[in-house]
């Protein structure tokens, strides 16, 4: 035990005198910038030489590092905190759900599918790019106008301020949905609907659904399973989670693309790299 302890604190004493040097580096690397009129921009060589400099004195802390690039960089939360508004780096838009459901949901194919949705957003240009058609229902005209430039050609989007207006422009559609989204207003009440009206191959998406215990519990009851997908997303300093809501009638396989993780290592493996 005591062994452990000190192998503890020599290890903490090394990566906070590691930290010092970092520091140091870094102000270093600053002040040693070179023109750019030298040709490869002065700060990619800085940057690249403080890599391998961390990568060298702390491989903890580089990796750390990678990870950190990651959700900045790679999945765009840099950008979407800056901007206050889910988008990914490059700009485009991305739904207000966490990560990991953003990754699943972009998986499949819903060219043919028909898309219901409590809360536009960012999302609603989202499911636009990727379905066949989106309604979407919105309680706050304010922001209706702000969304309203963007609309695409499958894209309707109902402005309704009371609440059983809003709950009830789902039932005011002659079809059911492939997909209904939960993700704005009065979600007990928006989640009784949407299980009305959701195909029975189909599938229903609750965001924040750590917060609605005993609504997925009544999701749950309906038949359903309830498949969590937490962790960090757009704009949000925290976690939370998305929750998506399907039956074992779920045809939603059928247009599966294998996951291709943002910031993965991009390898598979067949049988034949076992033998
Ligand atoms: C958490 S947002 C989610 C909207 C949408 N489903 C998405 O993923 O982008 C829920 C509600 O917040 C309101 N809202 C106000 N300002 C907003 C903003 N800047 N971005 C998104 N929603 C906003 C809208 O009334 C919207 O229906």
């Known amino acids: 035990m005591r062994e452990k302890l000190r192998a503890v604190q020599v290890t903490h004493r090394v990566e906070r005198e590691h930290f010092s040097i970092l520091q140091g580096t870094l102000r270093v690397v600053c002040f040693q910038r070179a023109p750019a009129s030298e040709g490869i921009p002065a700060r990619n060589e800085g940057m690249t030489l403080l890599l391998r400099i961390v990568q060298k004195v702390s491989p ?37 759900y966490t990560y990991p459901a953003i990754e699943y949901l972009s998986q499949f194919d819903f060219s043919n599918a028909s898309i ?59 079809d059911l949905f492939d997909v209904v989204i939960v993700d704005g207003r009065w979600r007990h009440a928006c989640l009784e ?33 309830q498949v969590d997908f937490s962790g960090f997303g757009p704009v949000n300093n925290y976690a939370w989670t998305t929750s998506i809501f399907l039956r074992a009638a779920c045809r939603l396989q ?22």
């Open 60 to 96: 903890t802390f580089y990796r750390l590092g990678q990870n950190v690039h990651a959700l900045a960089s790679k999945q765009g939360q840099l950008r979407s905190i800056r901007e206050r508004r889910p988008v990914r780096g490059d700009g485009s838009a991305i739904p207000w």
């Open 116 to 174: 219901f949705e409590f809360g536009a957003g960012y999302s609603s240009l989202f499911w636009a790019r990727r379905a066949r058609t989106v309604i979407s229902v919105e309680s706050d005209s304010g922001w209706l106008e702000h969304l309203k430039e963007g609309v695409q050609p499958n894209q309707k989007v109902l402005l309704r301020q009371g609440r059983d207006e809003y709950v009830n422009a789902i039932r005011e559609q002659p």
């Open 193 to 225: 609907a949407a299980m009305d009206k959701v195909r029975d191959d189909g599938l229903i998406v609750l965001d924040n659904s750590d917060r609605y215990p005993e609504a997925t519990g009544r999701l749950r009851d309906s038949d359903r399973f």
């Open 254 to 275: 059928k247009g599966f693309a294998p996951p291709l993780p943002i910031a993965g290592l991009r390898q598979t493996f067949g049988a034949q790299d076992e033998e």
